[in-house]
């Protein structure tokens, strides 16, 4: 339930046009859905300025179709993340005009192209090329939901001059995501070249001690540069949207 | 090194009034200065737009005195954090300006107010008495750094109505921190309700299986709402930190 | 056995119908029954008030069959927990009565339907649409045990309002089970509304820092409401019945 | 703010005795009241039937008695619990009438002795001596809200003719809480004797691999009987409080 | 290479029927037998009264019998573990002789039978069905070793007259193995019944915070009973060694 | 309650000395007294051949001396494990016979020396000079419970030869109780050198990642020797008590 | 990049073959090249001695060719770990002139047999034949990376005459890399033994609280012998590396 | 026992200065020495060019002074870690040529300088001013043990100019010791920039999920550069140790 949508149902009901009690129900409806295996929180998008994610796993393609008409009727950009391709096959025979990012294993469907919210530029940078699908899971997040975003993939800490070539870009942004699995040095080197806020990414890429990715998050929660801020193992997708929401004007 | 300080140097070798080679001399020290058991980096100021901050755990009074010297000859606010009474003591009798937070161990010597850098209002909102040292870390380091910041103390979810007292001034925010101990589910509940970046702190208050922090922690890394990111438990002044940086037009 | 079964062959003994020797024999395998690879005992549904419960978890169909066969001689009501599908089809092949639940994973085996023994109403609250499963398990074994139970599914924290919609029914509950992944954070909140016992059941929901469910029950024992006790991860099951333990008149 | 005095000023309104305004500001103050350092929630007891409990770690003496005397004026039964002597003595001072029991570390301040509200007989068993301090917790808050509390210590499962010399007792009661430190296997063993339900409490009572407690914790989760449920380690408190639900008629 | 066939390369010597030189090259050989892949210890059986014991997990079918064959030439009982049946098959077709035994997926090789060496019996108790694996591979390595052995399955603490029922042999046992899963409490039960040492073998059966047998494992270590000793997760070969050590003449 | 003294309330009541009535409530109490703090299992050394052991952390020198004073009167071997020097000069000016080992912090009380009841030698070895507490703690335990003991102390893997000259006697014993910290190698060195059974006890001697002990425990559960069996972190008397077990004739 | 072919874009540009511009092109794609999902870091044989080496894991056979391919131009040893078969044969579809090894799961390509570089011989230990693979890995990357290399399998310390038949060429070695799972005691023995650096790398084999080989690791990192430094679980490649350093003369 | 002492002896024998028996005897107290508490190992520095060093931790002031008079007969350089001041004190009392060096908490005991036996300089980096005790220790081992070292504090990766500022040293080294806390990132930053072995060490310095070291050392074994070996927590003296052995001619 966007501003747009609700606005024109108080015009309706101004004008004389739509009773108030039938006004009534269809908000109620708007507000919060109840489909059996979910309620849907239309009321999101006028909260938070964005619509409910669907989260993919766990889910069946008929339950995420399911739950994407029921938004589709009331928003223009969708997400669906954590969707393997046999299910995107399965959903994008339902929805063609959806996309579906096989590296990032996400939907984007956008009925509508996202104007642009952001004040400036949030930058996505990677330590390794295992680590891709998550940078381009922020990427893609980022870019839905109206900010310009750019990429640079594979600067570890290992070859620092790789990352230094990037020095102007970096400089430049007004958020970095940065993404980084094993010891997870990344964010601390390039949080404390700037002045902006890092959000830090911890990826499950390793092996032995990294623990899925504990280590790497460990480190990265002990950063010292204190311009640094944390989200969960693989979370390409909150990193996306927090970032989103700093860059905000 | 803040700009002000560079600028008037390089005004006056344009003046000629000082040497070029003494200038280089006056600049490099400026940058990094070497005193034994400490690299003092000036040049933090210019590069983050806030000069390093002294993590007063660890090292001595005559240490922290030491760094402090020099540090104030070219900064106007330093920090110092995790001080206990009796080193604050000691410090304090050689900066007598500066004032102790015993509250929050936090030395924050001011030797001109810091002029607001922010755009809107950081808001602080601890879960419990017991999470006020760690929120007041928070609320002191986005102080010094030139913020408007509100604070409200005790709003856990065990008594919601408490936390929607309140529901205005949460909304009015222009970035949220928000400090939990125990269990964790109020920067969850608090990010439900706004469209702005939340910065979650884990407190080490608890017991039994609050294993030192380490349950809030990953409870707020496992959040179901979006905007969340995470710094380290007890780490307050990162929350202050990182939150300014956001906050900063 | 049952009290009715038991009450039988003593009143048979007292008319002389049955000679002390041969009800002695009967009742000693009534009691215990050893079937080479499992101890059944019979004697739980008198204890207890409820018969044993098969877990299918790293039994063959053979084995399952085999003990329900056993116990179907005295009982009315059999449970099977954490059976897969092909399992559950070899089983139904030779009980054609009983019935297979595939989302809660259970067989439930009805020869006559349970007397309704609890107070009052019991109500399961899940989370998230992927906490289905096991709020089916405990929803179900409820049932099985003779309570009146209702279900709300997805209302989490991060959209409080969907939780709000629902409050008379949780005011109105004798106890509440309250199903939850990732932060764990729902029993708290439900907790504090309420004064009946709540039963949390953390989920193995999410990822990374999800730690398999552990997060979820961490944050669960350190709620800060009181009213709090907590089962296994995943165990559904062990919700329902100790639900059922409370609500019993 | 208990149903007595609500009533009470709700009357002196209907007979005019007091103005609407004052009434409504003097209510305001009775749901919720800031102190600085706390938010008291007055409404509590309304809604749980039992007023907030005041968590004596972390606090200050001072800051426990000014929080008594708030809560003081609208509350019979008021508990300070983890309260250490000394802070003790500090508070007693104050309210001489109210009683420090050492071995629990608790205060009990009855204005007036709570009603019995319970069905039956809650009963609480400990393992060892060394666990006596968590079961006196238990034992004093489910006394204090108005049960009947019996207590049977040191019958751990290595001499289990301890145990079942009590066999009776355990049979009779309503709700059995049962506090064990070590391997934490008593929980099972009792609940394979009853018909009711078992709140397990761990201790960190122990050395090496019992980890402070986690490791009967874990046991105590996975018990093979399926009516126990678990509180946090040496969570005496809430185990009595959450048993006190159980019983409530 | 066992005493019989040291005594009889040195009585050939002896008698002059070979000569010292090729001796010592057979002996040689005997001791440790390097064949590429491993490191035959022949000399084990001298030294420890039993040839060391193939662990096949992670070694091919190729290589079993490829050690199965030069252990062969000089041992009568020879013990393979951790075999899946696939494995197990390509092994048998080259020693049709040797026998698999599924349920604890081990192959025993007896060429002649084992002289009975132990003292008095070796009890094997199990605490579910679903810890038959790895009582059986503990039953079978004992008996390998020469010893009378006994086992009763699926006497959990949940019902323990089904434990009690055993009484008599439990207490004329020489040493018992306790084998179980989930929360590990009945080498505590049973420890506490007699004056033999208990051998507690902890699996991984479980879900949720059993962590694959860690739990059981630690409980076991937290026995509040004195005369338990324990071996790693799953391991029913160590437990049966090391009980035909203590039952040993 | 020893087997002499069961035997001499027997021979009375047969010999018309005693009363049956008076017998049985003498036995009663024989068996399992109740002394408010504590439940003494006076049948614990006619069911297993020693008295039960007093562990003194958590009791106050009082307590201990209570529980002395009432064993006392029926056994003639009393231990008290983990006393420090305080506590034990408070208990021994009321038992002066009693006598206080402040290496391994244990009371020993002897009214009569225990005559021997092992059948061979029980060894202890000690991998550093730090852990000689928990070394002599299974020593005295094993020495009080009736066995021949004997003792190597500092006898490391970082050198094997000092632990080499010992060779013999590590031939001879009937048992070895190895204690290890750090890396917990030395049981499975000492194990692979005999056809005995090893009790291992890791110490919590070491630092970083010894973790308290957990990592000696962990390496010896994993030992490649298959005759170790492993008690808790720091559990001497454990290692003393099984050892004994397994030594008796 | 080697030394040789930036001498010889020198030597052009000297003698005027190559105009400067050209050179300065040439060197900066020389020195780092992004291909997209990758930066490949050229600049590494020249700084560190070696080229970059080739993570397989995660990366898909066309993206390893892809590497391999632009790496080729410039180097002339390429190495490829974590390469599983079928990877592998694509991979050499396109190379026929590299070799996999099939046991490390290694690719090895050069073009020009790696002089020799090393100081003194790399012995490879391993404890079991479950570690070869990683022994395998080591030994691989030392040769490649031009050093003498020797190895001895399943030398584990349960039976240390296996051990002790190797004495010589232990003591001859400059570089003891030593592969252990289980209980990872393998190390500190030898390390006792030798005046020489002792990289120790830990396993994943074995089970249980083997922990996935943290307990090897953890073990190793304990070691009371000095000269023992640790790399990652199962990092045999890290071990051959980090060993060549050293060996280099 | 150094070569030369061992050179002597036999000398004398051969000058029949000496009885053959006499110098047995001799030998054999000079390879190790019970002295009650500890075995000393004298042929350490014979087989290891370097004698045992003494673990002040858990050892009295008299055992440690009684260890250095009989290790003082024969070496002359002796070490003891981890000495707090007032043992420290006694010690010196004792043997006032030896000195101590506060912020490392060693002894360091010289009748004679250790001649330069490395190839070239050891660097140790430390990372923070809190890392300064770890990396005295590593500086003083390496220096006692015969090498050239340098030092440069403080030069963490949140400031990388400060490094660099150093980097030709750091070219130069022949093996480079970096010790870091927190995030532990530097090792791999230093790594990625020599061709030389890089030891890393880290240290418990940090706070929350720093967890006592533990997050550094996963960092650590995770580096993404391949010349890193680690150490275990806070293990100055076993780093400085590894690298004499790397350093060594």
Chains 1, 2, 3, 4, 5, 6, 7, 8 share one sequence.
């Not at 922020?138 to 570890?156: C, P, R, S, W, Y």
Request: a neutral charge.
């Amino acid at each position: 339930m966007n501003k747009e949508l609700l606005s024109q149902v108080l015009r309706q009901v101004a004008a004389g046009e739509v009773a108030a009690e039938d006004a009534a129900r269809q908000l109620q409806v708007m507000a919060c859905e109840d489909i059996g295996y979910a309620h849907i929180d239309h009321q999101r998008s006028l909260r938070k300025g964005f619509p409910e994610v669907i989260f993919g796993e766990g889910k069946s393609a008929e339950q995420i179709a399911g739950i994407m008409e029921r938004m589709g009727a009331q928003e223009s950009v969708i997400l669906v993340t954590r969707v393997d391709p046999s299910k995107a096959q399965a959903v994008l025979s339902r929805f063609p005009q959806a996309r579906f990012h096989s590296e990032a294993r996400m939907i984007v469907w956008e009925t509508a192209p996202a104007p642009v919210q952001g004040r400036g530029t949030i930058l996505v940078l990677s330590a390794g090329t295992s680590d891709i699908p998550v940078a381009m899971e922020a990427f893609l997040t980022a870019q839905a939901m109206g900010n310009h975003v750019e990429k640079v993939i594979d600067v570890g800490v290992a070859g620092l001059h790789r990352l230094f070539r990037h020095r102007e870009m970096i400089a430049n942004a007004m958020v970095i995501i940065v993404v980084a699995g094993m010891e997870g040095a990344l964010p601390s080197v390039v949080a404390g070249m700037v002045s902006r806020p890092v959000i830090a990414v911890p990826t499950s890429v390793g092996y032995g001690v990294s623990l899925g990715g504990l280590s790497a998050l460990f480190a990265m929660l002990n950063s010292c540069s204190s311009n640094v801020a944390v989200v969960n193992i693989d979370n390409g997708f909150g990193a996306g949207y927090v970032a989103s929401m700093i860059n905000r004007a």
